[in-house]
């Protein structure tokens, strides 16, 4: 077996092993941010147990945390309460970024991880299975269930070879995504093996791991060697590590090479991760904002690397740069090896160790700008600018063009590698980590008035008379269809306020019209709902009406979020979605029998008199999860 199906073989409770059968595997651990988790625990207390069932589940305060009204702090006084009374570990506002935290503290070979945000395949780093899902899968989770997926095929990235000066891992990752697209990933898990694996760290794994999840990939997946040890007795969890190596006789789906010597700094261009080309080919281009951060790559080592590259240098007159370090560990071990203090002289804005820039709490590029960011996404308008021009790049990228005010290859500044050895002992503080409760039964959940019960809808129509109410194109992410950012995402525990806002980058008029039609239908291309885990681009919709979304093919969260809230996720060939007009008036005959007996479902476009027939491609979970109207009505019917 492979490194993947001995991690699926060990927890699988349901199911065969055979790529696109359902299959069911037990969850050892869980991980919620503030902007998921709100509504994850509303979800967890209406299930009525007592304390998580999981070995492990941690809440993480990352995503919300400017405090520009009341939400977001009601948001963090609900959280820390309901961890504590749970069962729960609470990492508090300022101890780091989910995915970073976890790596350095909890992470484990061998283990499972379900996470409710899109990027936990990080930890897949370490010789885990990390997936990311919507909040109601981790509810389940926390609550003793399995989780149901498609057992994926398993793709092996071979790497052979080293980096040569000014390059690093996420030119690894981003050269994948030029290879396979945002789309390439689905139904696969990434498997990394190859001499050219056993140089890098457990960080620099994390980087290409955490990326996997803009492939659409199910996961990504190292195995636990030499190095995954040097990182466990660096952060003093010796205890914790096991190694976890493929057979000699493994065997994949497919296989891919990539010659690492070979590659060059890579940049992924506005306004999607798979937009890639060497620096190279767009140096020169004048650059207004550098930031170095997000859960990708805001480690001690890509903290350091631009460290040394700053080191004695100043920034561009033009450029703003800011650095958001990942943990408080990091932000604390550069404070003390002086490295920040390299950041601070050459003129860096120091931020809070949050997502912050990459989810657009704050620091919005100018109109019309080029921005340069060591992120994970640069879907369009997710910096809070719309017309955003967000580069994606490495650290070494970053830190070169930050000195230059324009986009350049850091060969030109670094000549010889900078290797940032693993520190033989990371700073160990897990103050900022709160344990469960004691004594549960006297913790108090606090609820500010932000906090909102969340919808329920009634099982699903026999039929349907209804419009389509928008009609989109290829890729559309879950950014287009709920946006973040520092005005809207605030309002992740208020489903009626946060509503108002569904696509309303992409058509301002969508929610005022899909209220007037009492709902309708979407209708989108290839890869729909893309990106994020974010249950709202599901659960809003679903508050607005929605009731079918009938797309070329969907992204594997959202698809799962959809049927998690009850609404039908449908496909159509290029020619049906060619044929139906963006108001057109769409009639469902037979809905609810269709589900339950066909795998086709039969619609008629009641202006051109034509009849469609669309795939469901449900299994016989889903087809009575979205039967039942959701997933939360299904497990109370059970
Ligand atoms: C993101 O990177 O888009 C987010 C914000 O972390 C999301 C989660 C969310 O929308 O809260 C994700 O990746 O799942
Ligand atoms: Fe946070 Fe950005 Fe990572 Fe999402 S991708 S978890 S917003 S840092």
Not at 120 to 139: D, K
Not at 220 to 233: G, H, I, N, R, W
Not at 467 to 493: F, Y
């Amino acid at each position: 077996m492979n490194v993947a199906q001995k991690l699926i073989s060990s927890h699988l409770v349901s199911g065969t092993m055979k790529a696109g059968e359902e299959i069911a595997i037990s969850i050892d651990q869980t991980l919620t941010q503030d902007a998921t988790g709100t509504m994850a625990y509303l979800e967890f207390e209406a299930m009525g147990i007592p304390k998580v069932r999981t070995k492990l589940s941690v809440s993480y305060v990352d995503h919300n945390t400017l405090q520009s009204g009341f939400e977001n702090a009601d948001d963090h006084r609900f959280l820390q309460t309901i961890a504590a009374k749970y069962g729960i570990y609470f990492s508090r506002p300022g101890n780091g970024i989910c995915h970073q935290v976890h790596l350095e503290r909890f992470s484990s070979p061998g283990q499972t991880l379900l996470g409710s945000d899109s990027h936990t395949p990080n930890a897949g780093a370490v010789g885990m299975l990390a997936i990311g899902a919507g909040g109601l899968n981790v509810a389940l989770a926390m609550a003793g269930e399995p989780f149901w997926m498609v057992m994926p095929e398993i793709v092996r990235v071979t790497l052979t070879g080293a980096f040569q000066a000014g390059v690093s891992a996420k030119d690894i990752i981003l050269e994948v995504l030029r290879r396979m697209t945002v789309k390439g990933g689905v139904g696969r898990i990434i498997e990394y093996s190859g001499d050219g694996i056993k140089k890098l760290t457990v960080p620099e794994r994390a980087t290409i791991t955490n990326m996997g999840a803009e492939l659409g990939a199910t996961s990504s997946v190292f195995p636990s060697d030499e190095q995954t040890l040097a990182f466990f007795k660096a952060q003093e969890r010796e205890g914790d590590w096991t190694g976890l190596k493929p057979d000699a006789d493994a065997e994949y789906d497919e296989d891919i090479l990539i010659n690492v010597d070979e590659i060059e700094p890579m940049i992924a261009a506005p306004s999607s991760p798979d937009k890639v080309s060497r620096v190279r080919d767009v140096e020169g281009m004048p650059v207004r904002q550098v930031c170095i951060g997000s859960c990708v790559n805001s480690s001690f080592a890509d903290l350091m690397v631009a460290a040394s590259i700053l080191k004695g240098r100043r920034i561009h007159p033009d450029v703003s740069l800011t650095i958001s370090p990942g943990s408080r560990q990091a932000f604390r071990m550069i404070t003390e090896n002086g490295g920040l203090a390299d950041l601070i002289s050459a003129g860096a804005r120091v931020l809070e160790c949050t997502c912050g820039p990459c989810i657009g709490m704050g620091q919005s590029p100018a109109t019309d700008t080029v921005t340069l960011r060591t992120f994970n996404r640069n879907f369009p308008g997710r910096s809070g600018t719309s017309g955003d021009r967000a580069y994606l790049c490495s650290p070494l990228t970053a830190a070169a063009s930050a000195i230059t005010g324009k986009i350049t290859d850091p060969r030109d500044l670094v000549k010889e590698p900078i290797k940032i050895s693993l520190p033989e002992k990371y700073t160990v503080d897990d103050s900022m980590i709160i344990a469960p409760s004691k004594a549960p039964e006297k913790i108090v959940i606090e609820r500010g008035p932000n906090i909102k019960p969340f919808p329920v809808k009634g099982a699903l129509e026999e039929s349907l008379k209804t419009k389509v109410v928008l009609k989109v194109g290829d890729n559309i992410t879950t950014d287009d269809i709920m946006p973040a950012g520092a005005k809207i995402l605030p309002l992740r525990s208020n489903i009626p306020a946060i509503s108002e806002y569904v696509f309303s980058k992409v058509d301002p008029a969508f929610h005022t019209r899909a209220r007037a039609s009492g709902g309708g239908i979407v209708l989108g291309g290839v890869n729909y709902g893309q990106g994020s885990s974010r249950e709202h681009a599901a659960l809003a919709p679903m508050y607005l009406g929605i009731k079918v979304v009938l797309a070329k093919s969907f992204a594997r969260i959202h698809k799962d979020n959809l049927i998690n809230f009850g609404i039908l996720p449908l496909t159509v060939e290029e020619d049906v979605y060619d044929s139906i007009d963006p108001d057109a008036d769409l009639e469902f005959p037979d809905l609810s029998k269709e589900v339950r007996e066909s795998s086709k479902i039969t619609f008629m476009d009641v202006g051109k008199g034509k009849t469609y027939t669309s795939e469901h491609g449900l299994t016989g979970r889903q087809r009575e999860i979205v039967l039942a109207g959701g997933l939360l009505n299904y497990v109370r019917g059970k």
